[in-house]
């Protein structure tokens, strides 16, 4: 089974539906209150242990009822927290989140336990996860200086190492420098790569893209919501048109897609079977309320793609 060592975070939704999102300073009066399990990090892990994946997730969450049902939940979807830091004393990751009717989101963190887990807690991690041939997920939920820390490991041992740069970090941070350096795949939308792409150059697809290929990673993967998504490896480029669904919630859509990716490139398939299949997955996950409850199942993209698509 293809294997996926995903470093990023673990958090609990607090989702409030509402007819369209509040301006700054507005009070908007919502409808649906609920709480659900999240985290960009966990939503990607859950996605790619659905789409077929081995998953190992090294997150960190806080020595209360909020961390533990989440590794309970975990490992109910067959992913191994064996690895996992829990952190006395700090509470567990919580994000806010409003979705307007139309699917669109806003969202603040409160990232608790998931900065307690450091660049000390990778070195500490032994070489056997480290595996060739498999493929390392880090996002930037946790410190940037963690994720780069685990992508260097799983570069240095022949992992294809794939960064998913949400949220953006700042635009002349050093560290973004180093983060594409180590990356073979990066994944941003279409804010996060103008924070990667840097000042200059033409503003589309295709021309930031090349900007930040240009910065170190051997593919960019662009996702551009309800538009697909483009990919260039400097000698190719990809263009995958979305699927037309109805939205729901886009709240899952960007981690559907970072899991599903992940696990079709651990497979050894073809760059561009891996992201027709990562576009038919972020599609799905959109049709449905929810982060988690959302993603969908191998078996469910796998017919979305041959029949229904």
């Not at 009822?65 to 996992?84: F, H, K, N, P, T």
């Not at 969202?107 to 390392?136: H, K, M, Q, W, Y």
């Not at 697809?205 to 662009?222: E, M, Q």
């Not at 599903?260 to 497979?267: P, R």
């Amino acid at each position: 089974m293809p294997r996926i060592v995903l470093f990023g975070s673990s958090n609990t939704d607090m989702t409030v539906r509402t007819p369209r999102l509040p301006e700054p300073g507005e009070t908007v009066l919502g409808g649906a209150f609920a709480t659900t399990p999240g985290g960009k990090g966990a939503n990607q892990a859950v996605a790619a242990s659905r789409a077929g994946a081995e998953v190992v997730f090294v997150t960190a969450v806080g020595d209360d009822d909020l961390g533990r049902q989440a590794l309970e939940r975990y490992r109910g979807e067959g992913i191994d927290v064996s690895r996992a830091k829990v952190v006395p004393g700090v509470a567990s990751g919580v994000a806010l989140i409003f979705v307007a009717d139309d699917g669109e989101n806003m969202i603040a963190v409160a990232s608790g336990a998931n900065l307690e887990l450091t660049p000390d807690d990778v070195a500490a991690l032994p070489d056997d996860l480290f595996r060739a041939g498999d493929v390392l997920l880090a996002g930037l939920e946790i410190p940037a200086a963690t994720a780069l820390a685990a992508m260097k490991r799983g570069r240095e041992a022949g992992m294809t190492v794939i960064l998913n740069p949400a949220p953006a970090p700042k635009a002349g941070d050093p560290i973004v420098a180093e983060l594409l350096a180590a990356a073979d795949v990066v994944t941003p939308n279409r804010g996060e790569a103008r924070a990667l792409a840097g000042e200059g150059g033409k503003d589309d697809p295709a021309s930031v893209a090349d900007r930040i290929r240009a910065r170190g990673p051997r593919t960019v993967v662009l996702t551009l919501g309800r538009g697909g998504c483009l990919a260039t490896t400097g000698t190719e480029v990809y263009e995958v048109p979305g699927r037309r669904v109805q939205a729901v919630d886009a709240v899952g859509a960007g981690d559907a897609f970072n899991g599903a990716l992940a696990a079709v490139l651990a497979e050894g398939r073809p760059l561009g079977e891996a992201l027709a299949w990562a576009t038919a997955a972020a599609a799905l996950a959109v049709t449905q309320p929810g982060a988690q409850s959302a993603l969908p199942t191998r078996e469910q993209i796998d017919r979305f793609v041959h029949v229904e698509g």
